[in-house]
């Protein structure tokens, strides 16, 4: 997937917003959560990072198509090999999932405020 491809894609999930930080990263988000990073120091170091299921941590890692993302592994958080390590479907799987265990997590409160409830 290309990075415009998934930018576009992130910011069309409920109440994601972008902001840009540490080095030129796009940081998508969703209630002031992350959920998926993208370009300036992520690109440089491999492909896109996303949070994931206990399950999809342990697959994509086993299948050799992505390692522990740096700094975020212990909240299951993975870095593709390469931007294109998954089809484009898949990706966009991964990251509903991704954006769906952020809302998940906030607060009842939080997700009425953004429509999500």
């Not at 576009?8 to 969703?30: D, H, I, M, N």
């Not at 492909?47 to 992505?66: C, V």
Request: glycine content about 8%.
């Amino acid at each position: 997937m290309r990075p415009k491809t998934f930018e576009a894609y992130c910011l069309r999930l409920p109440a994601a917003t972008k902001v840009v930080q540490w080095e030129g990263t796009s940081v998508f988000k969703v209630g002031g959560k992350m959920f998926a990073l993208a370009g300036g120091y992520i690109e440089s170091t491999g492909g896109f990072m996303f949070k994931t299921s206990n399950m999809a941590y342990q697959l994509l890692i086993e299948q050799g198509l992505a390692r522990p993302a740096p700094y975020l592994a212990r909240a299951k958080w993975v870095q593709l090999m390469a931007n294109d390590s998954l089809p484009d479907a898949e990706l966009k799987a991964y990251l509903d999932q991704a954006h769906a265990l952020i809302v998940e997590k906030l607060t009842r409160k939080s997700r009425k405020a953004l429509g999500l409830d």
